[in-house]
């Protein structure tokens, strides 16, 4: 019979499920080839408003963590539910085996080389201000040097952001309530 100990130690490497929903996140950077590729990531804060920072913890192991320490910047994107099986596969795959350029549609970054994706309903452009290491994950933090949004004039008035529940589960928000 399992221990109340036993259940507390399993369930405490999910704890982090207690925390969700979250705005799911397309990390963009850029490979060697000049190609982006695209990481998707619910793990994501503001930390500082005036400058304006944020941090998103990805594992070293994650090939997306190499090129941004060597880039130097990279784009959060946020979907909405059309991207959703985009958002899957480029969750299913390594950026080292497979181009994951091929699953989104790119534009232009205002203030850096790497692009954003097409379609995101928020995008949000970083230069790397530093990096941490803290357990299995590293935080890099990005200085803001731009963003933009649509409609977030009403806190996303007209579509959703896709909202990850953990694992390889989606929602999104209708009229304030979770469908």
Same mark, same amino acid.
């Given at each position: 019979?399992?221990?109340?100990?036993?259940?507390?130690?399993? !369930?405490?490497?999910?704890?982090?499920?207690?925390? %969700?929903?979250?705005?799911?996140?397309?990390?963009?950077?850029?490979?060697?080839?000049?190609?982006?590729?695209?990481?998707?990531?619910?793990?994501?804060?503001?930390?500082?408003?005036?400058?304006?920072?944020?941090?998103?913890?990805?594992?070293?192991?994650?090939?997306?963590?190499?090129?941004?320490?060597?880039?130097?910047?990279?784009?959060?994107?946020?979907?909405?539910?059309?991207?959703?099986?985009?958002?899957?596969?480029?969750?299913?795959?390594?950026?080292?085996? !497979?181009?994951?350029?091929?699953?989104?549609?790119?534009?232009?970054?205002?203030?850096?080389?790497?692009?954003?994706?097409?379609?995101?309903?928020?995008?949000?452009?970083?230069?790397?201000?530093?990096?941490?290491?803290?357990?299995?994950?590293?935080?890099?933090?990005?200085?803001?040097?731009?963003?933009?949004?649509?409609?977030?004039?009403?806190?996303?008035?007209?579509? %959703?952001?896709?909202?990850?529940?953990?694992?390889?589960?989606?929602?999104?928000?209708?009229?304030?309530?979770?469908?």
């Amino acid at each position: 019979m399992e221990s109340s100990e036993d259940r507390r130690k399993d !369930f405490c490497e999910f704890y982090h499920r207690l925390l %969700s929903p979250r705005v799911a996140a397309l990390v963009v950077a850029l490979r060697d080839d000049g190609k982006p590729n695209v990481m998707p990531a619910a793990w994501h804060t503001p930390v500082s408003v005036k400058p304006p920072v944020l941090a998103v913890c990805i594992s070293p192991s994650r090939y997306t963590h190499s090129l941004i320490l060597k880039n130097k910047e990279f784009t959060i994107n946020v979907p909405d539910l059309s991207m959703k099986d985009a958002v899957e596969m480029a969750g299913s795959k390594s950026g080292k085996d !497979f181009d994951k350029s091929s699953l989104f549609k790119f534009t232009p970054a205002t203030k850096i080389k790497t692009p954003l994706i097409e379609g995101a309903i928020g995008t949000i452009e970083c230069e790397l201000n530093q990096a941490i290491d803290v357990g299995d994950h590293s935080v890099l933090f990005g200085n803001v040097v731009a963003c933009q949004a649509r409609g977030f004039g009403e806190v996303w008035k007209g579509k %959703s952001p896709l909202l990850h529940l953990g694992s390889s589960f989606y929602t999104v928000m209708k009229e304030g309530n979770p469908q």
